[in-house]
């Protein structure tokens, strides 16, 4: 089996009568066209991963003009997933030289989170405006009390937890993309919640048949390609 991490954060919604220049910009116009980056977890064979497939179809079924590519990269026992951050950064620029009108969600899942992770430092100017969301699920880079936190309910008991792989000098989400991410992690998830889960679980491996992380990353990713959230 693959290796998972998640998190998840419901954020509220402003009306645009209230909402700020910065809120308004995040929220232009809807995506004609996007990809969905998918980044597998450990031992997952290379193409999508078991857990993005169900949320995927339906986000395809949802919004028109989607296509999903599959980050290339080993995703072996070594952890190093540094190829993997190489190809979405790439992926994404070469993308946007010939369709520079392109949306991208990034989606990992454990292994495949913290090479997502690893990415979104180096995606600035036009990459970075591009990606309009990031899902991740098992993710080792958690870091705790980060409002994008939540669990696989969406609620709140893995926001102060951490992850296998963060540490002091580790990478972790940044604040500018805080409102642009849902770190899900389920309870007892020992890769992303090692407060009260000690490596691969049951939980670890929850996430492809958990209806509610399914409809959640749905209904994330189908707000951020629409520009309603």
Not at 61 to 71: E, F, I, R
Not at 89 to 113: D, M, R, W
Not at 196 to 209: C, F, K, N
Request: proline share 3%; charged share 10%.
């Amino acid at each position: 089996m693959h290796f998972t991490n998640s998190v998840v954060i419901g954020a509220s919604l402003l009306g645009l009568a209230t909402a700020s220049p910065i809120d308004l910009e995040g929220r232009a116009a809807a995506c004609s066209s996007y990809t969905l980056i998918d980044t597998r977890g450990t031992g997952e064979a290379q193409g999508p991963s078991s857990g993005f497939l169900t949320m995927n179809s339906n986000i395809q079924s949802q919004v028109s003009g989607g296509k999903v590519y599959n980050t290339v990269y080993p995703a072996d026992y070594s952890q190093n997933s540094a190829s993997g951050t190489a190809d979405i950064v790439n992926h994404i620029k070469t993308t946007l030289q010939t369709n520079p009108n392109e949306c991208f969600i990034l989606e990992g899942y454990s292994q495949g989170a913290a090479a997502t992770v690893n990415a979104l430092s180096q995606l600035t100017g036009a990459s970075n405006t591009a990606v309009k969301g990031v899902f991740l699920i098992g993710d080792p880079l958690h870091k705790s009390g980060l409002t994008c936190n939540v669990d696989s309910t969406g609620g709140t008991t893995t926001r102060n937890v951490n992850g296998l792989e963060y540490n002091a000098y580790s990478n972790y989400i940044p604040s500018s993309w805080v409102s642009r991410t849902l770190d899900v992690c389920a309870y007892g998830d020992g890769v992303c919640d090692t407060t009260h889960g000690q490596g691969i679980d049951a939980q670890h491996l929850s996430y492809p048949r958990d209806a509610n992380v399914q409809n959640m990353g749905t209904k994330f990713v189908v707000g951020k390609l629409q520009g309603t959230s």
